[in-house]
């Protein structure tokens, strides 16, 4: 499955974003999704997850209560809401993949990947 995410932008701190993440190539139903982020410097850090039932969600604890994943499978697509954004959230935000019903947030767990796209929050 192709990965495409999209949304990024930028925003000044207690503002709002959505990013989607569009797949192609085959269906999405039986895939948990992540997403991912990397700021300058830092390693790619896990930020939240949703399996493909939707019964099933994982926040990062930074994010937590701010952020929101879901998806539409018939769009093949999959949404992260982020709201309350603070400068710290700067990076580029990554959608992942996986063939399986359980999500994790370990990185190495994932092989289809996104290209990537840029939020900045200005404070």
């Known amino acids: 499955v192709q990965l495409q995410a999209s949304g990024g932008g930028l925003v000044q701190a207690g503002g709002s974003l959505r990013l989607s993440c569009a797949a192609s190539g085959r269906t999405f139903e039986d895939y948990s999704v992540a997403w991912f982020r990397q700021a300058p410097g830092q390693e790619r850090a896990f930020v939240a997850a949703?399996?493909?039932?939707?019964?099933?969600?994982y926040y990062a604890p930074s994010v937590k209560g701010r952020f929101t994943v879901s998806r539409a499978n018939d769009k093949n697509t999959v949404y992260l809401q982020m709201d309350s954004l603070k400068p710290e959230d700067t990076a580029v935000y990554y959608c992942?993949?996986?063939?399986?019903?359980?999500?994790?947030?370990?990185?190495?767990?994932?092989?289809?990947w996104g290209q990537g796209t840029l939020v900045t929050v200005s404070s």
């Open positions: 992942a993949a996986r063939p399986h019903i359980l999500i994790t947030s370990q990185l190495k767990d994932y092989n289809n």
């Open positions: 949703i399996n493909w039932s939707r019964l099933s969600t």
